[in-house]
DNA sequence: ACTCGGGGTTACCGCAAGTAACATGCATGG
DNA sequence: CCATGCATGTTACTTGCGGTAACCCCGAGT
């Protein structure tokens, strides 16, 4: 028949695309992004053009290779985000969880944020104008919605709370962002340490502080 | 006589780098962070082993234009952040100046924070461990430790003050950019607004909103 | 037997980074 | 006045990568 015929022929072809991820996944871990197609056909125990039909460019293969990792991320993010437990203690964990990963897996963490961009295409016109941001990370942005949305849903804030809630929930997560790539480069304290700085932080503990002494006043 | 000599080349030397770099800018503001050497060099009236004497390899350029464009940045932002007004107002008036910037300057931007790095050298080993966030713009890491410096000399929150000072300048910093990026890109709101919205962020209404109303609460 | 389609390969194109080797102009020292 | 640098510039090349065209093989269906 030709609903199995198809679907054997899909499962088949899933499968094979599984596996060439898998590949792709161990090259570019190992290599990082700057891993070429032909490191990972070979990995894969192939060649190039096959990687093509399956993926049509190397844009489209790191698009797969991302938002599997982003949305394995994503998921345990969403469980930190909607653990019952007061808003300090799960804005807390969030943030450990993301610096968990990040920490766990460098090289994916560095891969997801710093694709180095696809758009090298030859007969390439496109680049002109605002497209900025179209290549930075989508993963950041996905993590901003997400937030986003959460904060929407459960903050009430009056007015204009559904522009506040996404303008806080890309925010934050930049901010976590930043705070999690310096804190990987440099390590100065302890991953608590981190995560009790940055919540302090959002908790408005800026705005509270005093001025120093002897300072130049304000 | 030696001296002036060398300082005539010096200088002279010095003219020509920048001469090449206005040109670099030029195109890179024109063709975005893919632009060639060849079209720099072509830009600029020579060829390209020209540039690669003046500035060793394409990271090197980069390089060399970022810190160009970063510095100016930078100095309008320490400004902004030295200006004698009360804390809040300085805060807004900070983000407003970055704000302004990239929304003035969309390309210069978008090349700061993704300059499609530049590791792409043969024989090439580095790449290994956890050199995570040599890459990622190094205009993020400045502004962070910039504004790290501005809390620690200006605030006063008790013992950890420092560590505290340089967590926060990479998270504000981070906030900043990221949302930047993506008001940049969707263009949601105002300036005004999106500067107001960042800094009741920080100045803790986040943690002070109330639940809303028939939600799973906490 | 044949042909048809999915999975695979070799060999190639175009392009950009980076380099070697050769040319030229302008100061200096004999 | 010639020769010797040395900075500045050029042409022509190599290497490596993304991407593609053309061909190949084998198993299934008629």
Redesign the pocket.
């Given at each position: 028949m030709n609903t199995t015929?198809r679907t054997d022929?899909q499962t088949?072809?899933d499968r094979?695309r599984r596996e060439l991820l898998e590949a792709a996944d161990r090259v570019v871990l190992r290599d990082g992004p700057?891993?070429?197609?032909?490191?990972i056909?070979a990995e894969a125990?192939?060649?190039?053009?096959?990687l093509?039909?399956h993926f049509?460019?190397?844009?489209g293969l790191y698009a797969a290779l991302a938002v599997r990792h982003t949305d394995a991320l994503l998921a345990s993010l969403r469980a930190a985000l909607d653990a019952p437990a007061q808003r300090r203690q799960r804005v807390e964990s969030t943030l450990d969880t993301y610096l968990a990963a990040i920490e766990a897996r460098p090289q994916v963490y560095r891969f997801l944020m710093h694709p180095a961009e696809?758009a090298?295409?030859?007969g390439d016109q496109s680049e002109q104008g605002f497209d900025v941001g179209r290549h930075s990370a989508p993963l950041l942005r996905r993590m901003g919605e997400e937030l986003a949305q959460v904060i929407e849903e459960r903050l009430d804030v009056g007015p204009g709370t559904q522009q506040l809630a996404r303008v806080w929930g890309h925010g934050i997560v930049g901010m976590m962002h930043a705070a999690g790539d310096w804190w990987l480069g440099e390590r100065p304290c302890s991953r608590e340490e981190l995560v009790r700085a940055l919540a302090d932080l959002l908790w408005g503990r800026l705005a509270e502080a005093g001025d120093k002494a002897g300072g130049p006043g304000f």
């Open positions: 015929q022929q088949s072809a094979r700057h891993a070429s197609m032909n490191a056909a125990g192939i060649t190039k053009p096959i093509y039909r049509g460019d190397k844009g696809g090298g295409t030859p």
